[in-house]
């Protein structure tokens, strides 16, 4: 099941810079797309989502940019700091945006950011 | 904030035992959901839980997996007969009206 694709396994970057994770999906019927963030030892933690009615939304240091066209989304942290190293995954899900359904996840990026 | 509880953390198990993974989802959500990390594989949906029954379940979720909500809080999965593919990180989650699922620590199931 590929439906939700993180091709990059790892992304390594310096303190202060753009860390951008990348997420390819499939499935036209998804329209609700997620980004989790997992340390070890703990659960996914939700970070943040788009709807497919939206290209981009913004939180802070951090910002979605989903291009439905493409079936491609990318979540983007600025300025990268060291507590931000964990894994990220990517997941979506055909529920319309509402609090319930399954989400189908792709097999995560670990993110390191050096000082 | 409110948190989903799983107990046990880690489970070791005989092949072939039945096991049950317990987990508290918040208090005022309505939809559970258990999903499993195989090491090294990807986050993947077993099961999700409203209105006290199944309302939808995954080809992993075969018959040897049940949930229950015995009570006001609880949420459990249970693994009738463990097989050693069985071994994974299982993950109870739950949502509620305007937020989505919020995930346990995970139980790390060993299959022996």
């Known amino acids: 099941d590929q439906q939700v694709k993180q091709n990059s396994p790892s992304l390594s970057v310096q303190e202060g810079r753009i860390s951008i994770l990348n997420c390819d999906y499939t499935?036209?019927?998804?329209?609700?797309f997620l980004w989790y963030k997992k340390y070890p030892a703990e659960g996914p933690t939700f970070l943040i989502s788009?709807?497919?009615?939206?290209d981009k939304n913004e939180d802070g240091r951090f910002t979605v940019f989903l291009n439905k066209s493409a079936k491609h989304l990318s979540l983007h942290i600025v300025p990268s700091q060291p507590g931000d190293s964990a894994v990220y995954f990517c997941?979506?899900?055909?529920?319309?945006?509402?609090?319930?359904?399954?989400?189908?996840f792709g097999q995560g990026t670990i993110l390191t950011v050096h000082p | 904030e409110p948190e989903v509880t799983q107990t046990p953390s880690h489970q070791v198990t005989q092949m072939g035992q039945e096991v049950i993974l317990r987990c508290v989802p918040i208090?005022?959500?309505?939809?559970f959901y258990w999903y499993r990390q195989i090491l090294g594989q990807k986050v993947e949906f077993l099961v999700s839980?409203?209105?006290?029954?199944?309302?939808?379940k995954s080809e992993i979720f075969d018959d040897q997996f049940s949930v229950e909500r015995p009570d006001g809080s609880n949420f459990t999965l249970k693994i009738r007969s463990t097989k050693l593919e069985d071994s994974a990180m299982y993950f109870c989650?739950?949502?509620?009206?305007?937020?989505?699922?919020?995930f346990g620590s995970g139980t790390r199931l060993t299959v022996v």
């Open positions: 839980f409203y209105n006290n029954e199944i309302s939808e």
């Open positions: 989650a739950s949502s509620g009206t305007g937020s989505r699922d919020t």
């Open positions: 208090s005022n959500h309505l939809y």
């Open positions: 788009i709807s497919s009615i939206k």
């Open positions: 499935n036209s019927m998804f329209d609700y």
């Open positions: 997941a979506a899900s055909g529920d319309g945006g509402t609090s319930y359904g399954k989400l189908t």
